[in-house]
């Protein structure tokens, strides 16, 4: 089993939110960068935010500039991913990822690791 669980999924309508969860177990969340990753209908898997190692460097692909918002809980070994104003364009099954990457972080699926087994995201009217 993965270390990693992704929660948090559903079916929503255009302009709703939703918060996305990466439980962690047996990983300290705080020794990796943190990738959150979609793959839609038909898509390979896209990176779709990104949190460094440190926790002060983030990335994040243009289409969700100003909706989504990624963090983290040491304490709690969780990452989140925050989606407001949901397009039909999110649609996809959300995984996240951890990568060893010393500094920074990237929306490259190469390089990260030990995903789960995602949680769909479907935005629909």
């Known amino acids: 089993q993965s270390p990693l669980v992704e929660s948090g999924g559903g079916l929503v309508q255009p302009g709703e939110s939703l918060r996305l969860t990466c439980a962690a177990s047996n990983l300290r969340l705080g020794d990796y960068a943190v990738g959150w990753f979609r793959q839609g209908p038909g898509k390979e898997r896209e990176g779709v935010y990104c949190l460094s190692r440190s926790g002060r460097i983030t990335n994040w692909i243009d289409s969700v500039k100003g909706r989504f918002a990624i963090s983290r809980s040491d304490a709690e070994e969780t990452a989140y991913l925050q989606m407001n104003n949901l397009k039909a364009e999110d649609t996809g099954l959300y995984y996240c990822?951890?990568?060893?990457?010393?500094?920074?972080?990237?929306?490259?699926?190469?390089?990260?690791?030990?995903w789960g087994r995602g949680t769909q995201v479907t935005v629909s009217s």
């Open positions: 990822g951890v990568s060893q990457m010393a500094s920074g972080c990237h929306l490259r699926p190469e390089g990260y690791e030990n």
